[in-house]
């Protein structure tokens, strides 16, 4: 794999809606992964669990679990997880309040196309 | 499509891949069609043709046809799509930079699951 491509690829990783919901989720320290999974509005559990595993992987989230009864298990970002966090949190702010200007772009071009 | 829906949808616009290379490649100005190919390595002509197609349609990206002989065609940002620039930006270079780290947490991590 060329470095082009591994940025691609990172890209691909980064980029993608669930990544950035859950970096965005965590935003501000440890959460439960119930409690992860309510506030990410639509988010399955397996597509949790696998953005979680796949964050673990990269070395963006860790897992930290609690001896407890019953057993605690939290998420937290990491200093690189942290680092993604200014370009993820610009993407969701970016995408909710520029969200009805680009529908409005959509018929617009659609229409255009109609005639 | 609740608003929570139509901004994941957005989020999956605007992470993907290709729409951050080609935003990230019309960063300095307008640019014909084949300098884009050029310029975003790896990218198929059926892909570049698709994702200015889709910038167009939310108005993140204006075509420009010049009637000359040969005819010029170039492509260039909207100020809706230089509002996405900074997230653009900073995304790309998250991932140029922290690359090698991430390729080589993936191989720790995968390791540690082997033993």
């Known amino acids: 794999m060329t ?30 992964y119930t409690e992860l999974q309510r506030s990410i509005e639509g988010i399955s559990q ?6 979680l595993r796949q964050l673990q992987r990269d070395g963006l989230v860790v897992r930290d679990a609690y001896a407890e009864v019953p057993p605690r298990v939290e998420y937290a970002l990491t200093d690189l997880g942290t680092s993604l966090l200014d ?8 995408a909710g309040s ?11 071009y659609d229409a255009a196309r109609e005639e």
Chains 1, 2 share one sequence.
């Open 3 to 32: 470095k082009g491509e591994g940025i691609r690829h990172m890209l691909d990783r980064a980029g993608d809606k669930w990544t950035l919901l859950v970096i965005g989720a965590l935003e501000h320290g440890p959460v439960r």
């Open 46 to 51: 397996r597509m949790l669990t696998h953005t």
């Open 87 to 94: 370009a993820v949190t610009v993407l969701i702010d970016w």
């Open 98 to 108: 520029h969200h009805d200007e680009i529908c409005a772009n959509r018929v617009g």
